[in-house]
């Protein structure tokens, strides 16, 4: 099974392995033609956590259980789709022709297959990606919406907190196990939002993100 995994278990408190079922893994298999074993790691570890895989974006699967998003809603020559956007705007997918390769690289489209362009390097990078996304946006304590950062707000917090992962545009920081901060960046603005399962460590982390974007100050003006 694949250690790489092990980080967004411990994310969603996941200490046995939640798979999606037996006959669903082989009836992807069957119309793929093969499973990397990356993502069919994935299917057994932690294919069967909707929170991990249906809070913003969707693991597709046989029976549609996450997003009604069925597997034969997605029919391309050259790519199998394995997870869409919530709203469809952007599926991603494994070329044909990798599908006998241990972790090979995603490719997004947005126009429903008429054009595509690889979005990550490994299966693996995507998916863990997509779980701290989706545990970002998931967790019981949150900021609730993106706060912006100027670049030197940025530089600050990415120096104060270990990363956990780069995906496109976003940035994962993880202070605790337990604890996410999302940063999104387009061009110099940057976004924040950030989340925990723990009270204690989002009101300390709180705090800290409040001194730094100055919000402290700004009530006591």
Same mark, same amino acid.
């Given at each position: 099974?694949?250690?790489?995994?092990?980080?967004?278990?411990?994310?969603?408190?996941?200490?046995?392995?939640?798979?999606?079922?037996?006959?669903?893994?082989?009836?992807?298999?069957?119309?793929?033609?093969?499973? +990397?074993?990356?993502? =069919?790691? @994935?299917?057994?570890?932690?294919?069967?956590?909707?929170?991990?895989?249906?809070?913003? %974006? #969707? &693991?597709?699967?046989?029976?549609?259980?996450?997003?009604?998003?069925?597997?034969?809603?997605?029919?391309?020559?050259?790519?199998?789709?394995?997870?869409?956007?919530?709203?469809?705007?952007?599926?991603?997918?494994?070329?044909?022709?990798?599908?006998?390769?241990?972790? +090979?690289?995603?490719? =997004?489209? @947005?126009?429903?297959?008429?054009?595509?362009?690889?979005?990550?390097?490994?299966?693996? %990078? #995507? &998916?863990?990606?997509?779980?701290?996304?989706?545990?970002?946006?998931?967790?019981?304590?949150?900021?609730?919406?993106?706060?912006?950062?100027?670049?030197?707000?940025?530089?600050?917090?990415?120096?104060?907190?270990?990363?956990?992962?780069?995906?496109?545009?976003?940035?994962?920081?993880?202070?605790?196990?337990?604890?996410?901060?999302?940063?999104?960046?387009?061009?110099?603005?940057?976004?924040?939002?950030?989340?925990?399962?723990?009270?204690?460590?989002?009101?300390?982390?709180?705090?800290?993100?409040?001194?730094?974007?100055?919000?402290?100050?700004?009530?006591?003006?």
């Amino acid at each position: 099974m694949n250690d790489n995994y092990q980080n967004i278990r411990e994310l969603f408190h996941l200490d046995a392995p939640c798979p999606l079922p037996e006959e669903d893994i082989e009836q992807i298999r069957k119309q793929f033609g093969a499973i +990397p074993k990356a993502l =069919e790691d @994935y299917y057994r570890l932690c294919g069967g956590c909707a929170e991990m895989n249906a809070t913003q %974006d #969707f &693991l597709v699967t046989p029976d549609g259980r996450y997003g009604n998003y069925h597997l034969n809603l997605f029919s391309y020559p050259d790519y199998c789709v394995f997870y869409a956007e919530n709203q469809c705007v952007a599926e991603w997918a494994i070329k044909k022709s990798d599908l006998n390769q241990e972790n +090979p690289p995603v490719y =997004e489209t @947005y126009d429903d297959g008429r054009t595509w362009h690889q979005i990550c390097d490994s299966v693996s %990078d #995507f &998916l863990i990606s997509e779980a701290y996304m989706q545990s970002a946006l998931s967790k019981e304590y949150s900021s609730e919406e993106f706060y912006q950062m100027t670049p030197e707000q940025f530089q600050i917090l990415s120096e104060k907190f270990p990363c956990a992962g780069i995906y496109e545009t976003m940035q994962f920081l993880q202070p605790y196990q337990d604890t996410v901060l999302m940063i999104s960046k387009f061009k110099e603005n940057f976004s924040l939002l950030y989340s925990s399962d723990s009270e204690e460590h989002f009101e300390e982390i709180d705090g800290i993100i409040s001194e730094i974007l100055g919000f402290e100050s700004d009530e006591e003006e």
